[in-house]
Each structure stands twice: as C-alpha cells, then as structure tokens.
C-alpha cells in the first residue's frame, strides 16, 4: 500500500514538497518512483530511485526535482522546485514489486497546483 501527501496550490516558481508512504516488509527493495498525469494527458514518470539510492529524472524535472527515500520509515519524498505551470498534475508514487521493471503497485495520487 502506498500513500501520498504533500500536494496543493503553489504560485510559479514556488516549491512543493511530495511524501509517499508505504507498507510492506519488502519496501527496500523496491524500485520506487513518482509519475504524474496533467489534465488531458498521459501519466508519465517524472523520476525514480532504487533501493540502493539510485536516482533517474526525466525531462523537465532534471535539475528542479529531487526524489529521495528512507528505507528504515518507509517513505519516499519529491521535492519539486521552480515550479512551473505545467507541472500542474496530479502526482502519483508507485512502486516496482515484480521481476519484469514494471511499477505495479500505485497509491492514490496528490494534486499539484501551479498558478501563474
């Protein structure tokens, strides 16, 4: 089970602050990752970690975002800076929990709103 919190209304360039919490004894091993779907579009991953720490970003959240993790309480963070309007989405954590890559367990999404 995963639960994120963290999201709400930020002016342009403001930052915000993402946490997701899991259950699970198995949680360290775990691939974990932050996708978000804006209005309209695709739910598209925006960065990931490893269990070891590893972190990948793509696209616009390289160089803005920084997605951390804490095995020993289970939570996984976005910290989202220079927000931007289209950064506006709803934002999900998920975690890998199968040997084929693929995120397959999901929690329920944090809205993200970015005004200009």
């Known amino acids: 089970q995963l639960q994120a919190s963290g999201g709400g209304l930020v002016q342009a360039g403001g930052s915000l602050r993402l946490s997701c919490a899991a259950s699970g004894s198995m949680f360290r091993l775990n691939v974990m990752g932050w996708h978000r779907q804006a209005p309209g579009k695709r739910r598209e991953l925006v960065a990931s970690?490893?269990?070891?720490?590893?972190?990948t970003y793509v696209g616009s959240a390289t160089g803005r975002f920084t997605i951390s993790r804490d095995n020993a309480k289970k939570m996984v963070y976005l910290q989202m800076n220079s927000l931007q309007d289209d950064d506006t989405a709803v934002y999900y954590c998920a975690a890998v929990a199968n040997v084929r890559g693929v995120y397959d367990i999901w929690g329920q999404g944090t809205l993200v709103t970015v005004s200009s």
């Open positions: 970690i490893t269990s070891g720490g590893i972190s």
